[in-house]
């Protein structure tokens, strides 16, 4: 069984940075793509950034620029740093790992993590 949990949310003024957590236990990291969705009160939960197997990446155009995705297959973990977060950016953030490249959804998913950006 595959358990993802994140850490590293909290409360934090406009500009400031975070780095986030997502600790992959069950099995190795390496054989999965990763992710990080986040979600704001009432609205869906929307992709932030990913990474692959290869550690390729890609961001989402709002924080393109500002957020950096890794990961360490030594720590099984990755990691997802946010520099010049905004108000924008308060959610609870959800890591998630997919076996299969291309499939469409990820199968595993943590409980989230909490982010307030306040101005």
């Known amino acids: 069984q595959v358990q993802l949990v994140e850490s590293g949310g909290g409360s934090v003024q406009a500009g400031d940075s975070l780095t986030l957590s997502c600790a992959v236990s069950?099995?190795?990291?390496?054989?999965?793509?990763m992710a990080w969705f986040r979600q704001a009160p009432g609205k869906e939960r929307e992709f932030v950034a990913a990474?692959?197997?290869?550690?390729?990446?890609s961001f989402s155009d709002s924080v393109k620029g500002r957020f950096t995705i890794s990961r360490d297959n030594a720590r099984n973990t990755v990691y997802l740093q946010m520099n010049g977060l905004k108000p924008e950016d308060t959610a609870v953030y959800y890591c998630?790992?997919?076996?299969?490249?291309?499939?469409?959804?990820?199968?595993?998913w943590g409980q989230g993590t909490q982010v307030t950006v306040s101005s």
């Open positions: 990474i692959n197997r290869n550690s390729g990446t």
């Open positions: 069950g099995r190795t990291v390496s054989v999965y793509d």
């Open positions: 998630a790992a997919k076996r299969v490249p291309l499939a469409p959804k990820y199968d595993y």
